[in-house]
């Protein structure tokens, strides 16, 4: 697989319509003064047509391959729901002209609940909290073949172009290909940069990343963490797979994600880190989860094997996941 494959030409056209289409929903209907705040319907809307837009283009490009993916319409079927539905098709129609509301509910539903020998993995919206705030949240897109992410593409509508104008142009793409690096595009593919993950060798000059959500990761271990390695400065935290982006391209230097005390039993989905593991591994860095195992996307749709994720710049791993022990 190349840049000029299929796979990878689809992947970018489908995510790039559902993040103009995400944004639009934003703007619409969450981005107003009177929007009330816990009103959750506007990322309802945008995470079923996200989810509706890409599967439907990866379905026609790939017939046969699976897709698991993190909504299904059951709920947007019910009568009571129907506002919502006309919600989700008109903003669908924008992209894929003439979809009727039973076809974006059987778009939506191209979602398998196994996975395949091959398969997609996608997260129509990842951080949905940071969407609603209007911060950060992500598109997330992977290619698993036999258990290996052969390609990520992760679209961050929100997130800044360059960290040395964090309030000029937004709105990034990232893309990896197993092998071939991890490269950074504007919102609509174009302007590509190859990326590299820091090259900070003292651990106490590394920054750190990790959720907005207290319950999404123990940030007192972090913060515990950060103590034993002296690192003074303060923590990123950002929501979504916009954080491995930002590792990708060497602004921050760790992504702790320890399991939480709040739900100690979680096990991580695998669309909440397919594609953003091969933009880090592809730009230079290390995934693991907490013990140091390899993240394993060959059991189903939870990661059953792992415990919290570590990403690094490669070089701090070992020294990281030592002062992890306890
Ligand atoms: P983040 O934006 O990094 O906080 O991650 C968002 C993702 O966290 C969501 O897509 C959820 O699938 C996932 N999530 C939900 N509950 C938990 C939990 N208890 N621990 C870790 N991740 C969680
Ligand atoms: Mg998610």
């Not at 046969?64 to 009571?80: C, F, G, M, Q």
């Not at 000059?205 to 271990?221: C, F, G, M, N």
């Not at 909440?272 to 591994?281: C, K, L």
């Amino acid at each position: 697989m190349d840049e000029k494959s299929p796979e990878v030409v689809t992947g970018i056209q489908a995510i790039i319509k559902a993040s103009a289409l995400c944004q639009k929903v934003w703007a619409n209907l969450a981005g107003g003064e009177s929007i009330r705040k816990r009103d959750r319907s506007p990322v309802t809307v945008a995470d079923y047509g996200s989810q509706a837009v890409i599967c439907k283009l990866i379905r026609e490009r790939f017939p046969r391959d699976t897709i698991v993916a993190e909504e299904d319409s059951k709920e947007l079927r019910r009568p009571d729901r129907s506002k919502i539905l006309e919600q989700v098709t008109s903003y669908v129609e924008a992209f894929i002209p003439t979809s009727s509301s039973e076809e974006v509910c059987s778009w939506i539903d191209l979602s398998s609940s196994s996975i395949a020998d091959r398969f997609w993995a996608l997260d129509p919206i990842d951080g949905t909290k940071g969407f609603l705030r209007g911060d950060q949240y992500a598109i997330a897109l992977a290619l698993v073949e036999k258990g290996v992410v052969k390609l990520g593409i992760l679209a961050c509508p929100n997130l800044y172009v360059n960290i040395d104008h964090p309030f000029g142009e937004k709105g990034c793409l990232f893309v990896a290909l197993k092998g071939k690096g991890s490269v950074q595009t504007d919102r609509n593919g174009m302007s590509q940069r190859t990326i590299s993950v820091s090259k900070v060798t003292n651990p106490s000059e590394a920054i750190i990343t990790e959720s907005v959500e207290p319950d999404h990761a123990d940030h007192l271990t972090h913060q515990r963490l950060a103590r034993k390695l002296n690192i003074s400065k303060p923590s990123l935290r950002m929501d979504s797979q916009a954080k491995y982006g930002i590792l990708a391209r060497g602004e921050v230097t760790l992504y702790l994600r320890v399991p939480s005390p709040a739900e100690p039993g979680y096990k991580e989905n695998i669309w909440d880190h397919a594609a953003g593991t091969i933009i880090a591994e592809e730009a230079g860095g290390r995934v693991t989860d907490v013990l140091g195992n390899p993240l394993d996307f060959s059991r189903g749709i939870k990661m059953v094997e792992n415990h919290g994720i570590l990403v690094t710049n490669g070089i701090l791993h070992d020294v990281v996941l030592k002062a992890l022990e306890i």
